[in-house]
Every structure is written in C-alpha cells, then in structure tokens.
C-alpha cells in the first residue's frame, strides 16, 4: 500500500531465535498498530503507538515487544519466537480521528519452524 | 468492550446479483467505520470510510450505510461480479485507540 511499506514479506525462522519486523510510513501519521491474523481468530491487535516511543500492548501482546524512536518506523520483535507465533502480521498507520481511516501494509508471512 | 459482529459468515451468489452484508457493533460511541476487502492470501484494502456524523457513502457499485443508534452498518454491492470474490470485513474505532474487527464475511460470485 502507498505510504506503508513493512518488511520482510516472509520469513521462516527456528524456535527460539529472535525476529525482528519493521513497518515504516511515509504519512506521518502518529498512530502505528501491528496486528496478527490468525484462521478462526481475525484479526488482533498486538501491540500500538500514539507517538515516538508511546506505545501500549493490546489483546494478545505475550512474547511480543515493540519499538518507536522515529515517527515512521515501527519495530515488533519476537524476544524468542514459538510456532504459536507462526501468522501473518499486518502494520496500520491511523490519524485516530473522525474522517481518517486506517491502512493498512501488505502484511508479513512468518513460519517458525 | 465494543464486539463487532457481521452477518452472514458466508455467502455464494450467481453474477448480477445486488448482495447485502451486514455489521453491527455494540458500543455506539464511534468515531469511524470502515469496511474493507482482503483476498487470499492478501492484505487489506480500505473500501469505504463513514464517519460517525455521516449515514452512507459511496464509490461505484458499493454502498455502505450506518445507523450508529442501533448499532449496525451496510454494505450494499450492486450486480455482483466474479471478481468481487474476496473477504469483506467491517471495523470500528472508537476512543480506545483501537480498530475493531468483526468476523468477516467471505464472498463467493460464481459465473
């Protein structure tokens, strides 16, 4: 999506490794959210920031830490990634008031193996 | 806590059919709807934006109502095509900082 660009689009690591996942915008919108989507779960939120280095965990945030020291980068790392953290991962940027939407990247696709 | 619902689960139409997908919410208080379309193994594209003082918008053949007293959004598509096939999902913001999403309805338009 214009404007949202996450990285890497897949990636397959081993059980206990560090991930690290980036999300940059080029909006500068002061919202950034990482949310995984699971089948039979949707869509979650993980984790949020409302500005640089703001940030506050959502509904499913164990294992799972984030970071933002520039309004454009968004940074969710697996401490020590399981397979229960195998899913695609989607980062939205927002404004967070009336008339402004979310949108969303084209999402990572991570396998821990 | 605000819960989104949408209804129907699934749905598998002929071509040319007008379709409606609903969504409804159960905390009012919103400041924005938003309806999107994912495809397999896709990301997700914003369809529609209403905010919560507006009752619909359009563009094309897609028309999404809100009534925020009762809870409940429409998506209205107006004759169908096969390439309308795709995951349709509703979601809310409201002053939680968070985007809500409901269960999706996937769309099936067979030729």
């Known amino acids: 999506d214009a404007g949202i660009t996450q990285s890497p689009r897949h990636k397959v690591t081993e059980t206990g490794t560090p991930v690290t996942l980036r999300c940059h915008q080029t909006?500068?919108?002061?919202?950034m959210y990482w949310y995984r989507q699971d089948p039979g779960h949707g869509l979650r939120l993980i984790h949020y920031s409302y500005g640089v280095k703001d940030t506050d965990k959502g509904e499913v945030s164990d294992g799972y830490s984030v970071s933002r020291s520039k309004t454009e980068d968004f940074l969710l790392t697996l401490e020590s990634a399981t397979s229960s953290q195998t899913s695609v991962y989607f980062c939205?940027?927002?404004?967070?008031?009336?008339?402004?939407?979310?949108?969303f990247g084209s999402g990572t696709r991570l396998t821990v193996v | 806590k605000q819960e989104v619902t949408q209804i129907p689960a699934a749905l598998s139409v002929p071509e040319g059919e007008n379709l409606v997908l609903n969504c409804s919410f159960t905390?009012?208080?919103?400041?924005?709807l938003q309806w999107f379309r994912q495809d397999p193994g896709k990301g997700l594209t914003s369809l529609l934006l209403?905010?919560?003082?507006?009752r619909e918008q359009t563009s094309g053949r897609l028309n999404a109502s809100l009534d925020k007293s009762s809870g409940r959004s429409t998506l209205y598509i107006a004759a169908s095509q096969p390439g309308d096939s795709a995951t349709y999902l509703c979601a809310v913001s409201d002053n939680t900082d968070k985007l809500i999403f409901g269960t999706g309805t996937r769309l099936q338009v067979f030729p």
């Open positions: 909006e500068n919108h002061r919202y």
């Open positions: 209403i905010q919560s003082s507006q």
């Open positions: 939205a940027i927002s404004e967070r008031q009336e008339g402004y939407g979310y949108t």
């Open positions: 905390d009012s208080a919103i400041y924005n």
